[in-house]
């Protein structure tokens, strides 16, 4: 499956889950979605009338459904207003450009035991594990933490994972590190939810005495963008914005500038420039630690400014 | 596109492979300069490109039937050529549904997939298939999923799972391969079965090469081209077959060196599998006469000069040192030095004919 372009899809329904929670279904405009892996997030490009945003969201639907996609999104306050957006002006019928499905949270296949542990929202990823682990006769558990008020609303969404689901309200919960004794040798552990809970599972597993590839958390992990800077090119004088969501490779492309490039991963080198001010936030696989402090190359495709300018020999 | 199949080729003992003028085009020719050497050579898989072959998600060609039949002969001789471990299950059903969706798409004269809930019914008509089945099930496949699709794709294919910040070889399909054995490798980390490669190591490739390979996006394919040299038209250069072709090295001649000698290429292309986050690593094979080469002037002026420049260590590994010389004599004098266009494109839009290049 080569996917070149974003998925052009459009609102097929939205459900209210809770006063906060709303579960959102998208159905494409041709053909089928892509299969998605279990714990796959996808970037919805949202466009408000004043404003774009791009936000990551888990997928709740599991691999083999391909009609439909579905996400839950929380409505947040202190968000940067796509919830707001999602949850306030979103409508069914409307368009979407939906992002290929990504998967930085697999399945580990070698473990002899799964253990999910989530927090709040960050029960969404387990969503789309559950049928999978259930499909493959896999030995697992789920345990959700989140307040009072919400344990019926997550019930209702592990309704289908029977017994193997347990919900812990803020009182008569387990501790994580009673989860996590006595487990057999090759179980994994898998977190999503709050940073605090993912940082006690991680710690209560390394108390545990767990080896690091073991233990799961989710991130969207999304090294892509970053603040935005700009860049001079020093030959022609020229100066091109990059942008939060936007490489500076891809920025460079857009104002039409020739600039090398091969793997677009930070792998290759092809497109390493010289750097003739400013300081270089590194996010490549090539440099030496030596080059990284001198300070005069950068790789376009993953690298971003520290500061607020660069200079390029360019 | 409608492909016209040799379907009488034979890739062993009485050989008998040819490609047609269009087939000569569209050769992978893997030398974009003047001089070889190891790098992350890796760009993205997207449709389009220098050369046809990168014009579909698993390229498709003339020599098919043929490579698909030699691909059985193989497996009854030595089924343990294809090998999936069992944690691997997953990625088997990644790869058919790959395989199957990608060929139905690119080629539909030739493939059809049909769905109905988990209930496919898969159409190959150039090898007379006609297969109803239920996805998920193997035992509704008459035989495991990896096997089943990859007895009909051209080129090998090995599976890579991700564990541990590392890729390990947890399966392939492996009967046309450069001299190395899955027997061998299945189970390795990605250093260990990249072990053997000389000089690449030093200069940080492989290290590279995995850091970004651990982070490979589903849907976003990369590929790199690869290359080596086979005397005669044999797709099966096995360790495990080595008595029945390593003497061939030897019967190199001046008269026989431009039917003989083959370039070899590979077309690797590299999947993340979406339920297993599996990695399909596909090992496409090309051969391409030297008589073949020479019909292009850019490509036999280019490899006479990589030939030529080529450093010992590699000369060494690849196999090359008992006939290179007689291949650069053959070379040397059709190349006048001009300066080349970069890149692998040929330049050039139709062939002399066969007979004429071999006029001095």
Redesign the interface.
Known sequence: ????APLTARVAGIDPLSPTLKRVRFVPERGRF?????G?HILVTLRGPERIWKNAYSLVTP??QRDSYAIIVRRVEASRGGSHFLHDHLKPGDPVEIG????LF?????ARRHILIGGGIGLTPFLSYLP?LR??GAAFELHQYCTDDESEVFAGLLAEAGGMAMIHGRTNRRSVAGILADQPLGTHVYTCGPERLMAAVEAAAFAAGWPS?AIHKESFGSAEGGAPFTVTLARSGRTVPVSESQSLLEALETAGVEAPC????????VCLTRVIDGAIEHRD??LTEEERAGGRLIATCVSRARSDALVLDL | MNIQFRKDERFRESFSYVNSDAGVLRFPFPFGEDRYMY?????????GGPNPAFAH?FDIDEHYVAECRERALVLADDPGRCQVLP??M??QW?TL??LM??FAADYPEHFSLEKNG?TWRWINRPLGIEQTFVF?RPETLPCPPFEYITRQAQGDFTLQ?????NLFVDGGMVTTQADWSLDFDIGMSFHEWHGPVPLAHDIGVF???L??LL?L??????RRLNWTMTINPRLDTSPENYPDWGPDRTTVTPDNVSEKVHLRVELQTL??L?????ILFGIRCYLLSLKDIERVEKWRKRLNRVLTTLPPELVEYKGLTRYRDTVLAHLAPRDDGAPLSSGIQPDQTTLPPSALSNQR
């Open positions: 499956m080569i996917l070149d892509p299969t998605a892996a279990p796959a691999p083999e290929p499905p990504t998967s697999p399945i580990a296949s070698l999978v499909a493959r590839g091969l793997c677009r991963g930070g792998a290759c080198g696989h090539v | 790098s992350v050579n890796i760009e993205p898989h997207t449709r998600a944690h691997m997953p990625a990644d549904e790959l969706e990608s988990d998920g799972d991700q564990r541990d910040d290290d590279r090469a850091r970004f982070r996006q589903y849907g976003h394919p990369v999947f993340r979406p339920r297993s986050n599996a």
